[in-house]
Each structure stands twice: as structure tokens, then as C-alpha cells.
């Protein structure tokens, strides 16, 4: 098992910078590939960013594409995102998810992912 916990969530004006970090702990976190998803209200969650076991290959949502920055600290059972540029339109509840697989892969699915975080809040006003 996995358990994850994020942070860094909060408050700030669009233009804005946030940076998110998730916790992990359980089995060797090397061994999973990370995603972050948002889920805003009335809406359903979409995936916003992956990154691979050995941090070679990431992908990302065409809506955050240039702005977002995903990447882990496998010493540290670390996975951050980093957030630039944000728009009302970006606020949502991030969680990040954890799932086994090859070492350069990413997916998107939502349902690839075994291990999910409780979430973290992020609100960006106008």
C-alpha cells in the first residue's frame, strides 16, 4: 500500500504562483508513476499532470500546458507540482495519485491509478 498527502494549497490572486507537494509513503515509491487531478465543483476530475517512475517522461493537460511543472524526488517520496501563471479557471481540489507500471510510462485514466490522496485546495481569485 501507498498512502499519499498533499500540501501547499491555498489562496492566491491569478498570476499567481503555487507549488503543491505530495507525501509518500508504504512501498518503494521509485516503483510508481505519479499523477496530479483536479476536480472542480459540479465538475468531474481531469487529469492534469503525470510523471513517470524514473521522471523521464511527463505529460500534461493541454489547458496547463506551459504553465504547470510536475516533478518527484524519489529519495524523498516527493512529487510537486508547480503551478505559474494561474487562472480563475484552475481552481479546483488537486490530489495526487499513485499507480504501478513501467518505468516510462504515464497515463491519463483516472481509474489507472490505484492510490489517491485526500486532496488539497486550491482557489485562485480574480
Known amino acids: 500500500q501507498v498512502q499519499l498527502v498533499e500540501s501547499g494549497g491555498g489562496l492566491v490572486q491569478a498570476g499567481g504562483s503555487l507549488t503543491l507537494s505530495c507525501a509518500a509513503t508504504?512501498?518503494?515509491?521509485?516503483?510508481?508513476?505519479m499523477g496530479w487531478f483536479r476536480q472542480a465543483p459540479g465538475k468531474e476530475r481531469d487529469f492534469v499532470a503525470g510523471?513517470?517512475?524514473?521522471?523521464?517522461?511527463?505529460r500534461y493537460a493541454e489547458s496547463v500546458k506551459g504553465r504547470f511543472t510536475i516533478s518527484r524526488d524519489n529519495a524523498k517520496n516527493l512529487v510537486y507540482l508547480r503551478m505559474n501563471s494561474l487562472k480563475p479557471e484552475d481552481t479546483a481540489a488537486y490530489y495526487c495519485?499513485?499507480?504501478?507500471?513501467?518505468?516510462?510510462?504515464?497515463?491519463?485514466?483516472?481509474?489507472?491509478?490505484?492510490?489517491w490522496g485526500r486532496g488539497a485546495q486550491v482557489t485562485v481569485s480574480s
Open positions: 495519485a499513485a499507480r504501478s507500471g513501467a518505468v516510462l510510462e504515464v497515463l491519463e485514466d483516472q481509474n489507472e491509478y490505484q492510490y
Open positions: 508504504g512501498r518503494t515509491f521509485s516503483m510508481y508513476a
Open positions: 510523471i513517470s517512475r524514473s521522471a523521464i517522461t511527463t
